[in-house]
């Protein structure tokens, strides 16, 4: 693997390069729904569970709901952060860690190597690249740190905004599933002395609490909780361009690097480059 083809996440504003479809997200959902599908279909009455006044109360105002506690920006990154689950890098953390200290290796080993000119083959990773960019100016140390960690809590709040919508989701859509079993019921009391009027009402009653459910717990809460692992997996990525990069910046021994950085990778994925 090249230099060029290191990349960050794409909620990091890497481009969505050397990325898979990830079959854990894709084969979870599928086969959730797939069984919740076949066990209707076994019942033989599948049209009796599908109700457009069920679906506009729940999905619609699930969406109607959430959107009113965040801004239209945050709801579009969360829509963007929702689409990149269904993928993941191949870039792991240890192919990172082992590309960073080559290069702390290379460049102290021939100083010219850090110019601009040699790190702009970074280019495909705009926090490596803009920080490797200072260490080429010059910039003081304690700058470049300012710098780093103020785009790593950029980042982190955008993945806390993600996260937090789709956390809201789940909790509204059963809610949503509640007022419209409400609405259902009331439907259905009402029109006692309609006999024709008392079917519908219940089914819109036990439907909207189904659809609730589904999206809530099999959709929303899922999707939250594959973000905060995505989050968690980001920010080591971005902490160990960090560190490599402020080592870079302060000369400092590679091997000095390479124990930092396996500090902040897992047993299993610790370097062993100098040994």
Partial sequence: MSSKDVQIPAAAGAPIRGRSIDAATVLGLTAGFGFVVVAILIGGTPESFIDLRSILIVVGGTFAVT???????EIGAAFAATANTFSRSDTAPRDVAL???????????????????????????????????????????????HLLSEEVSAVDRRHRASISILHRAAEVAPAMGLIGT??????????????????????????????????????????????????????????????????????????????????????QDRLHYFN
């Fill in 99 to 145: 590309r960073m200290v080559r290069l702390a290796g290379r460049v102290r080993r021939d100083p010219t190597k850090g110019t601009e000119k040699e790190f702009k083959q970074f280019k495909s990773v705009p926090f490596l690249s803009r920080g490797l960019g200072l260490v080429a100016d010059d910039t003081a140390v304690e700058d470049i740190e």
């Fill in 182 to 267: 409400l609405v259902g019921l009331v439907q259905m009391l009402g029109g006692l002395n309609e006999p024709d009027t008392i079917g519908p009402g219940m089914a819109l009653a036990l439907l909207t609490t189904f659809y609730g459910a589904v999206l809530g717990n099999m959709v929303f809460a899922p999707l939250a909780s594959k973000l905060e692992r995505r989050a968690v997996e980001d920010r080591l990525v971005l902490s160990l361009y960090a560190v490599s990069i402020l080592s870079i910046a302060r000369k400092e021994n590679p091997r000095r690097l390479e124990l930092r950085l396996n500090t902040m990778l897992p047993p």
């Fill in 67 to 73: 959107a009113i506690s965040f801004s239209g920006a």
